[in-house]
C-alpha cells in the first residue's frame, strides 16, 4: 500500500466531522467506496480501529502513527 496524501483523505472526510461527530470506522470506509476513492484511500481508512473516530486530528495521527500519510 502506497502513502497517502492527507489533504485528499482529508477532502473526502472532513464532512462527516461536522457538527462534532464521530464516524465509525465503516462510514469512513463507505464514503471512499461511494466517491470511488483509490484503493490506498480505502486501505488507510480501514486500517482504523473498529469504534468511532473523535476527529479529523484523531484521524491523521492514527494514519501518521501506521505510516499511511
Avoid: C, N, Y
Avoid at 25 to 35: E, G, H, N, P, S
Avoid at 48 to 69: M, Q
Amino acid at each position: 500500500m502506497s502513502k497517502v496524501e492527507w489533504s485528499a483523505i482529508e477532502a473526502l472526510v472532513s464532512h462527516a466531522f461536522e457538527g462534532g461527530a464521530m464516524p465509525e470506522r465503516q462510514d469512513l470506509v463507505d464514503i471512499a467506496f461511494a466517491t470511488d476513492a483509490s484503493d490506498d484511500i480505502v486501505d488507510a481508512l480501514d486500517s482504523l480501529p473498529s469504534r468511532p473516530v473523535p476527529s479529523l486530528d484523531a484521524l491523521k495521527e492514527h494514519l501518521t502513527g501506521k505510516d499511511l500519510i
